[in-house]
Structures are given as C-alpha cells and as structure tokens.
C-alpha cells in the first residue's frame, strides 16, 4: 500500500476491504496442506505480521474478516512448525513459484509511465528500475509504476513462454500448474508437484537459468569454428526443448527480416543483405537439416549474433529472486492487491487468451465514489476506459476510483 495514500482516503478502502472479505461467498483459496504454511499480512498501517498459521478455511476467513489485511501472503514452503521462528520452523518442501511482472520486462510504453528516483542521491530516469544507482551505487528506490494494458499483456506472453516451457520441456501436466493475475503488474505461476517439492534454492536456479537461457552456450548446439571446410555444423533438429524454441525461432526471423533487422543485431550491411538475398535457401537447409547453411561471407559470429537474440526472444521474463527462495511468501489468491484494489485471481491454462486482468480481477462491483484526481493516464476498468485525468474532480465507479486512490493517483473527496 502506498505510504502517502491520503488518510481519509485509506479509511474509505479499508472500509471496502473490510465489505469485501465480509462477503458471504468470499472466493479466497486456501492453499494446500494449509496447516504446514506460514502466513504473512501486511495491514493498513503498513505492519507486517509473520509466522502466522491456520489449521483450517474458517480459521483463516475469520482472521481476513477481523484484521482486513492490506495485502495477505503464504508461504511457497511447508513447515513442520509454520508458526515458530524461521530457523525453528522445520522445512518440509515448497511449491515452484514463478513471478512474471512488468517491472522485469522491457516495454516500450514502460518508459512513458514508469519513473524511479534513488533514495541515496535523488537522481531519476523513467522506465526499469535499475539494480543499482548509476550515480551513487545505492540500491534504495523510490518507484512510480503504473498497471498499463501494453505492459500486462506482455507479461501475459512471457508467461505463456514459461507455461510452454513447464509442459513441454519439465514435463510437467498442466494439473499441477496454476496461473493467476497478481492483482497489480504481472501473472504468478505456482507448480504443486511431488517432483520438485524437495529441490533446494541450487536447482531451482538450475531451472531459473533454463527458462529465461541463462548461460546458453551457441557451440553447444554446433556453431563453433571448426577444422572443416565448413565454418561450423549446427545441430538444430533434434526437435525438442531449447534446439525446437531455435529452430522455430530462427525460422520466424529469417523469414520475417528485413534488411534493418540485422542492423539493429550489429551485423554489417553487406553480411545483412547476404543473409536477405538467400532467406529461401537458408530457411530450406534449416527446416530440412536442422543446418544454418554456408552462405558465403556468413560466418560463426555472425549467426552467433542471431541465435543470441533468438534466445532472447524465446526465453521467458520471469523475477528470478521470487523462484530460487524456497521460504518465500507470495499473495494468497482472491486476496486484494492494495496497489490497485484488483484481486489475484486464478484462471485454467486454457481459457489464457481470453482472461481480461481489468475485468476478471474487479473486486468492487457497485456504487461510485467521488474522487480528485492528482493524475492519471486513461486506463480501463471492465468495458469502461476512464481519463486521462489531470486535477480534476470526478465520480467513478467504486472500482475504477479505488484502482486511483491506491496507486496514489487521486484521493476521495467528502
Ligand atoms: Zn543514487
Ligand atoms: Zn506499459
């Protein structure tokens, strides 16, 4: 929750949030095992409360009901003691979670909308929060980020690439994964399965490294200057995991490039127009033999180039800190986010295409409130796109107004 969220402001969304978990047909999921998880709650006045447990559904809905939490947690991980201290606790085993959030991913908008400013020195930029300062070496920032619509469903792709990944490639059935909206910028994926229970932060590095290509060595895979009268012999048709993301990736590139494109990859102009001229040849050789071809003056580095930015495309964007911390608390689903006042909320693997984060995720379906809006770029809330929005007054449904006031965007007025 947004620290400056004005006070009578945080008053009215408490009190929402306090109607919304009182609701008779309160659709928060309890996760599995829930007597062996740690529960974590962050409340209005910004006090996070750890270590907490419950043996059942009631236990837990009772405890939402009565301290209406800003933000609710549990833990990926099961404890044989999930109420006492961290290193009391006995770890079981955690659930895989992977966290794909705008805040990671590189959007063309996210320069338009996000502004960061260091805490250490004051200095700021738009777009990506860097590690690091660039002028004072501080990691401390202060962030202004918006949900944008771009942004999500960017993130919404990067996931569909890890899904693919998780199926396909780690086998895993699509029973023991779940995909939810966070609520806020991006889309959590949570893996339940006897298979990965037990792995240690190391592995889950190891799976870290192989969805986002962390680490990809290109003469794996044959393009490396060898002593033949060939510049190399690439292996790429061994259909399966990353040699078929290539394969399909490089297909789609050659076949779509124009001349420019192999400029932006730092190839020269006359190795670019090669590559162009012989697009058919090239695309033959390698849907036929899994070969990038001897087209002359197109060598090792050159491709080289190319499968890097392939494999930058096909990997997918996720937070890596989220998924190698076994004791990690992610946001329960059906809670409220209260950046926005959107709940996390689930949806089937199937119906990915069709889920709407500003529909499905709507918590507050009635009445209106009257805020004052600082600023705020247009954004939509269900079939309904509001503002832009500078200094002015205005109704709007409850949703929409709330969505403002957490961001910090507008406060409501008596
Ligand atoms: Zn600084
Ligand atoms: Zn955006």
Not at 4 to 15: A, E, G, L
Not at 252 to 274: P, V
Request: hydrophobic share 40%; charged share 25%; proline share 3%.
């Amino acid at each position: 929750m947004s620290g400056v969220i004005r006070v009578y402001s945080k008053f009215i969304v408490n009190q929402l949030f306090r109607d919304y978990y009182a609701s008779k047909n309160l659709d928060v999921i309890s996760p599995s095992m829930m007597n062996k998880r740690e529960f974590g709650f962050l409340s209005f006045d910004n006090v996070m409360i750890r270590h907490k447990s419950f043996l059942n559904k009631n236990e837990l809905f009772n405890f939402l009901r009565e301290f209406v939490p800003a933000d609710a947690y549990y833990s990926c991980a099961y404890y044989e003691n999930p109420q006492a201290n961290m290193d009391a606790k006995g770890w079981l085993g955690a659930d895989l979670i992977f966290d794909i959030d705008a805040d990671h991913i590189p959007t063309p908008c996210g320069k338009t909308h996000d502004e960061w400013t260091c805490i250490g020195c004051g200095f700021s930029g738009k777009g990506i929060t860097p590690e690091k300062c660039p002028v004072c070496g501080k990691a401390k920032f202060e962030t202004k980020t918006w949900p944008c619509e771009v942004c999500l469903e960017t993130a919404k792709k990067e996931a569909t690439k890890l899904l693919d990944m998780l199926i396909q490639d780690f086998g895993l059935s699509d029973k023991e994964i779940q995909v939810f909206f966070s609520g806020h910028r991006g889309y959590h994926v949570h893996v339940e399965s006897q298979a990965i229970r037990a792995l240690d932060s190391v592995s889950r590095k190891e799976i870290v490294d192989y969805v986002s290509g962390l680490g990809f060595d290109v003469a794996f895979y044959g393009l490396y200057k060898g002593k033949s009268k060939k510049h190399f012999h690439s292996t790429f048709l061994n259909i399966s995991g990353w040699r078929k993301r290539l394969v399909s990736g490089l297909l789609n590139f050659i076949f779509n490039a124009k001349a420019e494109d192999f400029k932006k990859l730092g190839i020269k102009a006359n190795i670019g127009q090669s590559i162009f001229s012989n697009k058919d040849l090239i695309l033959k050789t390698l849907s036929e033999k899994g070969e990038l071809g001897l087209i002359k003056n197109v060598g090792v580095k050159t491709w080289k180039k190319i499968v890097e930015h392939i494999v930058k495309v096909q990997s997918a964007k996720i937070d890596t800190v989220v998924t190698t911390d076994i004791h990690r608390l992610i946001r329960l689903p059906g809670t409220l986010n209260s950046k926005t006042g959107l709940k996390k909320v689930g949806f089937p693997l199937s119906a990915m295409d069709d889920f709407d984060p500003f529909k499905h995720g709507i918590a507050f379906r009635k009445g209106a409130l009257r805020v004052f809006v600082f600023s705020a770029p247009a954004f939509r809330i269900g079939s309904e796109v509001f503002g832009p929005y500078i200094n002015q007054r205005v109704e709007l449904p409850t949703a929409a107004a709330v969505f403002l006031v957490c961001k910090d965007r507008a406060k409501v007025v008596e």
